[in-house]
């Protein structure tokens, strides 16, 4: 059963930055293509960034040139590095596979003055 632990987040000033963090166990990192997805409350999850085995990366309008996505397969570790933090990014953030397995309980990130 893969399984996610996320961490990394926190409360940030605007302008901040971030590097997000996704443990996965139970399988090989490698094999998947793997996403994150943030969530406010009273609103769906939403895909913000996602990278193929081969490292090839896909963002978001809502992050698109302000954050990084990668990964280390030997660690089974995948990353979000997020720069210019604004309000707008204020929300639990989770990784997981394109086909979704269950999902972990997520990092709080919180953008605010």
């Known amino acids: 059963q893969v399984q996610f632990v996320e961490s990394g987040g926190g409360l940030v000033q605007p302008g901040g930055s971030l590097r997000l963090s996704c443990v996965v166990s139970?399988?090989?990192?490698?094999?998947?293509?793997m996403t994150w997805s943030r969530q406010v409350p009273g609103k769906q999850r939403a895909l913000v960034a996602r990278?193929?085995?081969?490292?090839?990366?896909l963002y978001w309008d809502s992050v698109k040139g302000r954050s990084t996505i990668f990964r280390d397969d030997a660690k089974n570790t995948v990353y979000l590095q997020m720069n210019n933090l604004q309000p707008d990014d204020t929300g639990v953030y989770y990784c997981?596979?394109?086909?979704?397995?269950?999902w972990g309980q997520g990092t709080q990130v919180t953008v605010s003055s």
């Open positions: 139970g399988d090989n990192l490698s094999k998947y293509t």
């Open positions: 990278i193929t085995s081969a490292g090839t990366p």
């Open positions: 997981n596979t394109l086909a979704p397995h269950a």
